[in-house]
Structures are given as C-alpha cells and as structure tokens.
C-alpha cells in the first residue's frame, strides 16, 4: 500500500512540474519576460545618454553616462613609492572601445584612435579612490 502511494506521489508531483513548466514557457508569465526583453533592446537600441567629463558614472573618453553595473576598462599599476598615489590607463567604456562613439582627450581635446589611452593618477583614500586624468598617449608621453 506505500509503494502505491508513493508511486502516487511522485505522479502528481511529475503533473505539477510539467504544468508549472508548460505555463512559465507558453503561458501566462510570458508578458512580464517579454517586457524585460522589450526594455534590454530599447536600452541597447537608443544611443546612450551624455554627460560632461568630470561627473560621477561618465566615461572620461567618451563623456557617455554608464549604466548602473557598467565599468571603464582600465589598468591600476602599483605605487613605486609605496604611497596611495598610482598610476592608471583608462581605455574607455564599451561604447568608445567597440567604436560606436568618438573618443576625445578631455586634457588635450585630440582625437583618440582606438588603440590610445588616457594616462591618470589614482589617489586612494579611505571609502574611496579619486582618479586625475593628466592626459592621452598622445599629449602625456610616458
């Protein structure tokens, strides 16, 4: 008589799922996934907002207000000194590095091609680091 319950059991169990998956794929929740999909394609479809260099979340390449979880590609190299001052190259965010915007030297004001830098102090301090842009690999030869 367990056994018959068991086996039982899992049958509905099995019907559950099957229902559960069948309405998640096909069914009613497909609006709510279809909207976020709708909303990442507008994101990607309208050019991104600007900003100007200088404020918080802009890429000093391109001035291009980034996205909440969006990051500037760049090398943090250690301090010779031993202090909280170091060097930094920033490339750009992913729209300069795939070549959708213009890239500029906010020092300099030149035209950056896409294999050119922006050279930059690093200080950091406690709770957070500030960063100093001095130039481009064009006007700040290293």
């Not at 059991?9 to 559960?20: H, K, V």
């Not at 999909?37 to 001035?63: F, M, N, T, W, Y």
């Not at 490339?91 to 500029?104: A, D, F, K, M, T």
Request: glycine fraction near 10%.
């Amino acid at each position: 008589m367990e056994n018959y319950l068991q086996i039982l059991a899992f049958i509905i169990i099995g019907i559950i799922l099957l229902w559960f998956g069948y309405t998640l794929l096909s069914g009613q929740f497909t609006g709510i996934r279809l909207s976020w999909l709708e909303a990442q394609q507008k994101r990607k479809k309208s050019p991104p907002p600007r900003g100007s260099p200088g404020d918080p979340q802009v890429c000093p390449v391109c001035s291009t207000k980034l996205y909440k979880g969006s990051q500037v590609k760049s090398k943090a190299f250690p301090s010779l000194s031993g202090g909280r001052d170091r060097m930094m190259h920033i490339q750009g965010c992913v729209y300069c590095i795939n070549g959708e915007l213009p890239r500029s030297c906010p020092v300099c004001g030149a035209s950056l091609d896409q294999n050119d830098i922006l050279i930059a102090r690093m200080s950091e301090r406690p709770g957070r680091s500030h960063v100093h842009i001095m130039g481009c690999s064009k006007c700040k030869r290293v």
